[in-house]
């Protein structure tokens, strides 16, 4: 398959100042530190972690939504950090983004119709009656009556609100999208219609996705591949079958044990991790992951462990897999 996005030592760093005037840096906060993967045209990566360990700042900064600190982003064949403004805004129309909290990325005074039809002018792609057009059939694809195009988005229900999302990002004929964590904010009884459409979309019309979610069971249901991430790394990326039947790293080993087996007869065994997260301030030079390891060593300390291959197609970040 062909590469449709390469990243290469991704990082960003944001400053802890203290003081108004002279802002006196304290620290870094290493949201993404050194992200490196490829996505192939027509798959889902799914980029999966808890809360805060960058997931969702490594989707802004393949956008170039926020500057990323150092790394590279090639998209089908282009160095994006090289860019103009004009010429970033251009290949935007190719990679769209659909946020989390859809209320709050929908401007509430637009009509909906307005919202869905910026992006068609603001590229070129129609204007007058073929645009107007093009929104009520992007409502229809997304399973929306056309004659929504008058109302406003309060007037709709959080999982309308995210069709409406995935339509205005449609709207440009895209390559790929980076859906951003798109069902957390959902009921769980809408997460399945909002995943199917998303699938079908892909199918329907070859779409490349990064699909980014904190919960790996709904991961399972849409990615191809996986990667796994923690405290601003990737500590582990394969194919969803693999992962889940073979994990490695003893993060993903423990995301994979804490997911609920709707069986009360089936046991399963719980890795059961040492402490909360960590204050990502307060990092030592080792392994992310070492003050909640169950089975750090000393070298994991001391010395960061890379991505290493270890199979066809599985990498992993630790000591004890890469000895
Ligand atoms: Fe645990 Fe060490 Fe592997 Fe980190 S490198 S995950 S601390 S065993």
Not at 100 to 110: D, E, T, V
Not at 297 to 311: A, G, I, K, W
Request: hydrophobic share 40%; proline share 5%.
């Amino acid at each position: 398959m062909e590469v449709l996005l390469q990243i290469r030592n991704l990082k960003k760093y944001f400053p802890i100042t203290k003081g108004i005037i002279t802002k006196k840096q304290l620290g870094v906060v290493k949201a993404v530190d050194g992200v490196g993967f490829e996505v192939y045209q027509g798959e889902t990566l799914g980029l999966v972690g808890e809360s805060g360990c960058g997931k969702s700042t490594t989707g802004r900064c393949i956008l170039r939504l926020i500057e990323p600190t150092a790394g590279e982003v090639h998209f089908d064949g282009v160095n994006i950090g090289k860019l103009d403004k004009q010429a970033m805004r251009r290949i935007r129309k190719d990679m769209q983004m659909v946020f989390q909290a859809p209320f709050a990325s929908l401007n509430p005074r637009m009509k909906i119709g307005d919202i869905i039809m910026e992006p068609i002018l603001l590229h070129g792609i129609a204007k007058g009656k073929e645009a107007r057009n093009r929104v009520k059939d992007l409502l229809n694809i997304v399973g929306l009556a056309g004659s929504y195009t008058e109302c406003y988005p309060h007037e709709f229900s959080d999982g309308q609100r995210q069709r409406i999302g995935i339509a205005r990002a449609l709207a440009v004929e895209p390559k790929m999208i980076i859906f951003d964590e798109p069902v957390s904010a959902l009921d769980v009884s809408i997460r399945a219609q909002v995943i199917n459409l998303i699938k079908d979309l892909q199918e329907q019309y070859k779409l490349t996705y990064i699909f980014i979610a904190h919960d790996l069971s709904v991961v399972h249901h849409i990615s191809d591949r996986v990667a796994v991430m923690y405290l601003g790394r990737i500590v582990e990326i394969t194919g969803y079958r693999e992962l889940y039947q073979n994990p490695c790293h003893p993060y993903t080993k423990a995301l994979i044990s804490a997911i609920p087996i709707p069986d009360p007869n089936v046991k399963k065994e719980k890795l059961i991790l040492k402490s909360d997260v960590i204050n990502s301030l307060n990092q030592h030079p080792g392994c992310n992951f070492y003050s909640r390891c169950p089975y750090s060593f000393p070298r994991c300390r001391e010395e960061v462990p890379e991505l290493r291959e270890t199979r066809d197609g599985h990498s992993v970040a630790c000591h004890l897999v890469n000895t």
